[in-house]
């Protein structure tokens, strides 16, 4: 008879989950061997419970699939929080599979005890904890229906480590994924009347797309409705930036005039996303006045600060699937709307070249970065003011992907770069990191060495948590209080994970970066970024 362990790995790898990564734990030793004795599961040892939260994040964004990962209880699960949250910020379906004390300890405060149901209860959708082996395969069942349908996001199985190891009489469920039910029609017609009748429109397109399929789905519905189309925030790689209906990115702060154009739109179209303060530019879009359609997938995110004319709790990829037989009808003219929009977009991309004395201004590394990466290249960002460049000046062209943390979570480059590469060897993997976040996390390499994975690590040294540094300036010029950064020797640091190094000092040096950015095979190239280049001016 199998054990409980053994009938939640089962029941993981009959959905097609081939990864999992973990920290190994006392607590979970059951679940580590069903895994051992399992052919269909790649297990993956981190560093961290952070690093392996952050993997599991990236391999579910790449995949589609949820992203599984194991932890040991109390001390482990709490460096796995910061997984969760991501998942939670960023919709992407994550299971955490935590070892949780025996028993007869539960809710005793016995070592290394916590009561996950009351400590993910604010981040997760679901937290759920096995007290019997044959709750196991409906526990697990549970939790993949809840990581996956509607809005994706993290779920939490706390599993004690007695249950793990017992004999489960209970069969294996098959799984369950609940699909939002499709438009009504008449809802259908409103939307598609609507939309003819709207001269300023735009699409605002966010997590479903991500979805496979959501991307092609997306463009082909824009195209058909002739609708220039935004991405909800750091979502820049679900549209082409090169098609003439991109008109950009809902990011921190965007430019005056974009803002102005957005604010002219007759119908924001926001399709499979959620209207947050960062998407909405701190709640000011859309203005009153200007006519909603919001459509996502659980009814408890619509209606929250900006009443829609239409809101619809559905799939948006079910919406466009059910608006394309009225397509026909759709309008073609809207030229000089749709123009603007572009002319605006395009004008925010643009790099003034600058040189300054303290090191290399970033934005022409990321300008550079970016005629170096292959076309289906996968970039990952860890936060930081380094990034700032590769979401406002880049292009990305899909399949190209951008793999940033919606929840500005700094310590996700590194691991998610490490994931990219295990799941996609032949593909150009690229990490852009700070000094800050890469020591954080960037231990992670270690895993991608052991692994013959191969990235390209591009660490930006400023020796400064610069985007803080940035705030500083601005409220407290002159007072610099805890941003500043004592560095180790990066380039030691990186030959120490036995990657080979580039020293980036000048911008005599770019011109080589680029050749080591074309050229296959690991790289880290530590750049000497110049912090006065994205300080306020004084
Ligand atoms: C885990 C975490 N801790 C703290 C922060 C706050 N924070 C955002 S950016 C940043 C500084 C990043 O510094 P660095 O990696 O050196 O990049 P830089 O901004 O200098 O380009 C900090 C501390 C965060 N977002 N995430």
Redesign the pocket.
């Known amino acids: 008879m199998p054990t409980a362990a053994e009938q939640l790995v089962g029941f993981l790898a009959a959905q097609g989950i081939d990864r999992a990564f973990c920290v190994p734990g006392e607590s979970y030793i059951a679940l580590l061997d069903a895994l051992h004795a399992h052919p269909r599961i790649d297990l993956v040892t981190a560093h961290s419970e952070g690093g392996a939260g952050f993997m599991a994040v990236a391999d579910a964004k790449l995949t589609g699939r949820p992203g599984v990962v194991l932890v040991s209880r109390g001390p482990g699960a709490c460096n796995a929080s910061?997984a969760v949250h991501t998942a939670e910020q960023d919709a992407v379906p994550l299971i955490l599979l935590v070892g949780q004390v025996e028993r007869r300890d539960l809710r005793r405060r016995a070592f290394q005890e916590i009561d996950y149901t009351v400590m993910f209860n604010g981040i997760a959708k679901w937290v759920g904890e096995a007290t019997d082996p044959d709750q196991v395969p409906e526990l697990i069942a549970r939790a993949y229906a809840m990581a996956t349908g509607g809005v994706p996001g993290p779920v939490v199985l706390s599993l004690p480590e007695d249950v793990l190891a017992m004999p489960c009489t209970a069969p294996m469920l098959p799984a369950t994924i609940a699909r939002p039910a499709p438009p009504a029609p008449a809802d259908t017609a409103r939307l598609a009347a609507l939309l003819r009748a709207a001269e300023r429109p735009i699409l605002l397109a966010g997590h479903a797309f991500e979805a496979p399929g959501g991307r092609d789905a997306l463009l082909a519905f824009a195209e058909a409705w002739n609708l220039p189309v935004a991405v909800s925030f750091r979502r820049q790689d679900l549209f082409p930036n090169g098609h003439a209906l991109y008109a950009g990115d809902l990011g921190l702060r965007n430019p005056d005039a974009q803002r102005t154009a957005f604010a002219e739109a007759d119908l924001i179209l926001a399709l499979g996303t959620r209207l947050t303060d960062l998407t909405t530019q701190g709640w000011t879009w859309p203005a009153p006045g200007q006519r909603l359609v919001h459509v996502c997938a659980e009814p408890r995110f619509l209606g929250w600060q900006f009443p829609a004319e239409l809101a619809l709790a559905a799939d948006a990829r079910a919406v466009i699937a059910a608006l394309a037989p009225e397509a026909a009808t759709a309008p073609a003219a809207r030229g000089a709307w749709n123009a603007r929009l572009r002319a605006l977009h395009l004008a925010d991309c643009e790099v003034v070249p600058r040189t300054t004395p303290d090191g290399i201004a970033f934005a022409g590394v990321a300008k550079l970065v970016e005629r170096a990466l292959a076309p289906d290249a996968i970039l990952t960002l860890?936060?930081?003011?380094?990034?700032a460049p590769f979401y406002r000046k880049v292009q990305w062209h899909p399949p190209q992907r951008l793999l940033a943390p919606v929840s500005?979570?700094?310590?996700f480059g590194v691991p998610a770069a490490v994931a990219a590469a295990l799941r996609f060897p032949g593909r150009q993997v690229v990490c852009a990191?700070?000094?800050?976040?890469?020591l954080?996390t960037g231990a992670e390499l270690a895993v991608a060495v052991a692994r013959g994975a191969s990235i390209k690590l591009l660490l930006?040294d400023?020796g400064?948590?610069?985007?803080?540094r940035i705030h500083q300036e601005r409220t407290h010029p002159g007072r610099v209080s805890g941003t500043t950064?004592e560095n180790p020797d990066f380039l030691a640091w990186c030959r120490a994970f036995r990657v080979p190094v580039l020293a980036v000092d000048t911008d005599a040096d770019l011109p080589a970066l680029e050749a080591a950015f074309r050229a296959p095979g690991p790289l880290a190239a530590v750049v000497r970024t110049s912090l006065e280049a994205v300080l306020p001016r004084r």
């Open positions: 910061i860890d936060a930081g003011t380094f990034g500005g979570a700094m310590g990191v700070g000094d800050g976040g890469v954080m930006s400023n400064s948590y610069a985007s803080i950064l």
